[in-house]
């Protein structure tokens, strides 16, 4: 029995039609995650969004220093591209359900004003931001809606910002692929007047024709994906809690392109996202019903709930050591359970303002629900527990 990927892998007929198969246009390919009236622009990795989203905000302001808020919990390695602008970062805490302290937010008002706010739906769940979105309004903010945990747009997903972020590479098997949505029925109301008077297009090409060539990378992920598919895999590396093995992988933004070995995958797959929900609700449920009946959960992980597509399953700890116990068990069998994110360092040198947030990336454990999962080898992985 092949082993459990922490990633999804490609289907061989997708694999060997890429040879003749010509990619679909840019736009028939955003299709799937587009509403009415809406403009899709394609990166490598949706850390080019912000960047580009950042930029823009200058051109419109005429500020050559502009501020930008996240939210507490969130990926230090995606702010990497920002980080090289002239911008002032800072995070809000969050409440104990994942949404917003918007009273915290109005504090915060007292010392910076913020020109960019970014809400977030983590791991596939849609969180309450439309309070958020109304904070951006009034403050004259522009609100991004990161929906990288998201597969597509539902309910509660995708229909509050002005820029709307997905990144497909991380639910289907291709090597890149970030989308940026602009709406015009966002806070900020980026209509295509706007757009087309500050120049969006031609920002968008300019930075697209800065990438380096990185042909080599999309390669060399196509060839590991092959192998693992015939089981070869490579010696398995234990990794320590709560460690990132891609934290500060600058190779992931070295060009701003998305490849065209992911297109032509995603030609295969990006009208059959249905598959791919019901795929990863059942795997979810999988998992819940298989850790329960092995009382590997029994009392100090709760179930995830909630009708919505999985990014991965998610499982809360009691405390950080009774996670760390699981995960380096669950390790040990070959189960690739992850934590996340690797917590921007302004949020780790103060515990107390950002205790949730600190708390979540201690307790959480995450299980893979890609389409290279399914039930009968999520039960054999889990049976080999002791």
Not at 251 to 263: C, H, R, V
């Amino acid at each position: 029995m092949f082993s459990l990927t922490h990633s999804p892998l490609p289907e061989w007929k997708n694999i060997f039609k890429i040879i003749i198969k010509k990619e679909f246009s840019d736009s028939e390919l955003a299709k799937p995650w587009l509403q009415d009236r809406e403009n899709g622009f394609w990166f490598s990795r949706s850390s080019w969004s912000f960047y580009i989203i950042a930029k823009f905000r200058k051109l419109v302001s005429k500020n050559k220093n502009i501020n930008v808020w996240f939210p507490a919990y969130f990926c230090n390695t995606s702010l990497t591209l920002l980080r090289t602008l002239n911008v002032t970062i800072s995070f809000y805490p969050l409440l104990g359900d994942g949404s917003p302290n918007l009273e915290v937010c109005n504090q915060m008002l007292g010392s910076e004003h913020p020109d960019l706010i970014v809400g977030v739906h983590y791991f596939g769940s849609p969180s309450t931001l439309v309070e958020l979105g109304v904070f951006c309004k009034k403050n004259d903010a522009w609100f991004i809606e990161d929906c990288a945990h998201c597969l597509k747009y539902e309910e509660g997903i995708g229909n509050s910002g002005d820029f709307v972020l997905y990144s497909p590479h991380k639910f289907l098997p291709i090597p890149d692929g970030g989308l940026l949505i602009i709406r015009d029925e966002g806070p900020g109301k980026i209509s295509k007047k706007l757009l087309d008077k500050f120049g969006f297009n031609d920002l968008y090409n300019l930075i697209l024709n800065q990438g380096e060539k990185t042909s080599s990378i999309t390669l060399i992920w196509l060839i590991k994906r092959c192998l693992q598919k015939i089981g070869i895999r490579s010696r398995k590396k234990l990794i320590k809690f709560q460690e990132d093995p891609t934290a500060n992988d600058t190779k992931l933004f070295t060009n701003p392109n998305m490849s065209i070995l992911a297109k032509k995958l995603l030609t295969f797959i990006h009208l059959k996202l249905e598959d791919e929900v019901i795929l990863r609700k059942k795997n979810q449920a999988g998992w819940c019903k298989n850790l329960i009946n092995k009382k590997i959960i029994v009392n100090s992980i709760a179930q995830p709930t909630g009708n919505y597509t999985p990014y991965l399953a998610r499982f809360v700890a009691n405390d950080s050591q009774t996670a760390e116990h699981i995960f380096d068990s669950l390790q040990k069998i070959g189960i690739p359970v992850s934590t996340w994110p690797d917590l921007p360092p302004e949020v780790l040198a103060d515990e107390n303002r950002y205790k949730i947030s600190i708390s979540m990336r201690k307790n959480f454990l995450l299980l893979p629900v890609h389409q290279s999962v399914n039930l009968a080898r999520i039960e054999s992985s889990v049976s080999l527990f002791f």
